[in-house]
């Protein structure tokens, strides 16, 4: 693993073969038949083809409010939803706020449920409530191992360069989320080797553009990281935090907020505040979710579809 | 029948202990004794008196109404609560003369102060 690329494509299939029971036919991008994990890595190291992944988020466990009694209930059926995709995600992605208020254990919780998907890695970044009591150093711990900085990460999966951004460790009084200027620079360096026709996905948990900054729904600084993206010719943004889908298309980059599976927030500026918004226990499945994001080599855009619990 | 003082001082003692142990075994802070002060609530995302003047020695209590967590956490690590779910509060004696800035570290843009200033 190189220090630029917390993992690259080969070290994540070092760390696949490691694992003992992966699917190596989903590496190799969808080719219709499995092989042993005896494979060697150049064997799947065959030009890239298609390939999926699932964006998880807000799962807020331990989370027991009135918007919903069961969170751990509704975490469980996005597990499930997520099992029965076809073809299974290579990978998961989760955008933060694993935890709700830094319970005890809601990280080895969410970490062992999580496990029962069935694929070989799950990247976390984390949102503010999984830092806020410590200022993360119980994730580092425990999900944050051999990453540079304080959590930031990247990797290559497909043909496709993925970056994990971490912008809720200096939350400060009045402020809202940012990246601060170690991590600009790290994001600078880290796709500055990189061809333009490279896909980018970028993810991380508070939204990098402005959603709706009188209720702390922005990164400060995210424009600035932007500014380092604008040349490549396909950018998938990929946020949370605020419990609800929303796009947005701007260039050759596009947003988009994931659903959690704990309890939906209002709509910008629909409520006199954000926060756990309470719905019928019929309705509930219906605005929770999840997302599966699939990339095909030659296409501009990578395919977004969000599912909800319903 | 009289008692005479010094029995009236063990018995009291012994009160005093089993409060402090009830207080002790106690898990949950919304059931701890709330102590006397002006009170600070937490209602959509955001603290309703925040702006408050108290005299020096003045115990201030927190109390969260929402339905999310939320903290008080001093900008200068004066005070820092835990998070805070629904009912439960958190209380801050403040003895020394000065301005306290305070705001929720899981929603920044909650933020209130506390002035505590002599009542000459």
């Given at each position: 693993?190189?220090?630029?690329?917390?993992?690259?494509?080969r070290?994540?299939?070092?760390?696949?073969?490691?694992?003992?029971?992966?699917?190596?036919?989903?590496?190799?991008?969808?080719?219709?038949?499995?092989?042993?994990?005896?494979?060697?890595?150049?064997?799947?190291?065959?030009?890239?083809?298609?390939?999926?992944?699932?964006?998880?988020?807000?799962?807020?466990?331990?989370f027991?409010?009135?918007?919903?009694?069961?969170?751990?209930?509704?975490?469980e059926?996005?597990?499930?939803?997520?099992?029965?995709?076809?073809?299974?995600?290579?990978?998961?992605?989760?955008?933060?706020?694993?935890?709700?208020?830094?319970?005890?254990?809601?990280?080895?919780?969410?970490?062992?449920?999580?496990?029962?998907?069935?694929?070989?890695?799950?990247?976390?970044?984390?949102?503010?409530?999984?830092?806020?009591a410590?200022?993360?150093t119980?994730?580092?711990?425990?999900f944050?191992?051999?990453?540079?900085?304080?959590?930031?990460?990247?990797?290559?999966?497909?043909?496709?360069?993925?970056?994990?951004?971490?912008?809720?460790?200096?939350?400060?009084?009045?402020?809202?989320?940012?990246?601060?200027?170690?991590?600009?620079?790290?994001?600078?360096?880290?796709?500055?080797?990189?061809t333009?026709?490279?896909?980018?996905?970028?993810?991380?948990?508070?939204?990098?553009?402005?959603?709706?900054?009188?209720?702390?729904?922005?990164?400060?600084?995210?424009?600035?990281?932007?500014?380092?993206?604008?040349?490549?010719?396909?950018?998938?943004?990929?946020?949370?935090?605020?419990?609800?889908?929303?796009?947005?298309?701007?260039?050759?980059?596009?947003?988009?907020?994931?659903?959690?599976?704990?309890?939906?927030?209002?709509?910008?500026?629909?409520?006199?505040?954000?926060?756990?918004?309470?719905?019928?226990?019929e309705?509930?499945?219906?605005?929770?979710?999840?997302?599966?994001?699939?990339?095909?080599?030659?296409?501009?855009?990578?395919?977004?579809?969000?599912?909800?619990?319903? | 029948?009289?008692?005479?003082?010094?029995?009236?001082?063990?018995?009291?003692?012994?009160?005093?202990?089993?409060?402090?142990?009830?207080?002790?075994?106690?898990?949950?802070?919304?059931?701890?004794?709330?102590?006397?002060g002006?009170?600070?609530?937490?209602?959509?995302?955001?603290?309703?008196?925040?702006?408050?003047?108290?005299?020096?020695?003045?115990?201030?209590?927190?109390?969260?109404?929402?339905?999310?967590?939320?903290?008080?956490?001093?900008?200068?690590?004066?005070?820092?609560?835990?998070?805070?779910?629904?009912?439960?509060?958190?209380s801050?004696?403040?003895?020394?003369?000065?301005?306290?800035?305070?705001?929720?570290?899981?929603?920044?843009?909650?933020?209130?102060?506390?002035?505590?200033?002599?009542?000459?």
């Amino acid at each position: 693993m190189s220090d630029r690329h917390g993992v690259d494509r080969r070290g994540f299939l070092q760390c696949m073969a490691w694992g003992g029971t992966g699917l190596l036919w989903s590496v190799v991008g969808g080719v219709p038949s499995s092989r042993g994990i005896g494979a060697t890595v150049a064997e799947a190291q065959t030009p890239a083809s298609a390939f999926s992944f699932v964006q998880i988020s807000d799962t807020h466990i331990g989370f027991k409010g009135e918007a919903n009694r069961d969170a751990m209930a509704t975490f469980e059926t996005a597990i499930a939803r997520i099992k029965a995709l076809t073809p299974r995600p290579a990978f998961l992605i989760h955008t933060g706020d694993i935890s709700h208020a830094q319970k005890p254990g809601a990280f080895d919780v969410a970490s062992e449920a999580l496990k029962a998907v069935g694929v070989e890695r799950v990247f976390y970044v984390p949102g503010e409530h999984d830092v806020f009591a410590d200022g993360g150093t119980m994730f580092l711990e425990r999900f944050g191992g051999g990453r540079p900085g304080r959590g930031w990460q990247s990797f290559d999966y497909g043909g496709v360069h993925f970056v994990g951004l971490v912008n809720v460790l200096s939350y400060k009084s009045g402020k809202i989320g940012s990246l601060g200027t170690e991590q600009l620079e790290w994001l600078e360096r880290d796709v500055s080797g990189l061809t333009s026709s490279t896909p980018i996905v970028v993810f991380a948990h508070v939204p990098l553009w402005a959603v709706y900054p009188q209720w702390g729904w922005v990164t400060e600084d995210g424009a600035q990281a932007l500014t380092y993206l604008k040349r490549f010719g396909s950018v998938t943004v990929l946020n949370g935090h605020i419990h609800q889908i929303m796009q947005k298309v701007e260039g050759n980059v596009t947003f988009h907020t994931a659903r959690s599976t704990a309890f939906p927030q209002p709509a910008p500026g629909a409520a006199p505040s954000p926060g756990p918004m309470k719905v019928s226990p019929e309705e509930l499945p219906g605005v929770l979710g999840v997302r599966q994001v699939t990339y095909a080599p030659g296409t501009e855009r990578l395919a977004v579809v969000d599912s909800s619990l319903a | 029948m009289s008692t005479s003082g010094h029995g009236k001082w063990r018995t009291l003692a012994v009160a005093a202990i089993a409060v402090l142990l009830l207080g002790a075994s106690d898990p949950a802070p919304a059931q701890a004794p709330v102590p006397a002060g002006p009170r600070v609530e937490i209602h959509g995302e955001s603290y309703d008196t925040p702006d408050l003047t108290v005299t020096p020695g003045t115990t201030v209590t927190w109390v969260n109404r929402d339905d999310d967590t939320h903290t008080v956490t001093s900008t200068t690590d004066v005070f820092r609560s835990p998070g805070l779910d629904t009912d439960e509060t958190f209380s801050y004696t403040f003895t020394q003369p000065g301005t306290y800035t305070y705001f929720c570290t899981l929603h920044p843009t909650m933020t209130g102060r506390v002035v505590v200033r002599s009542g000459s």
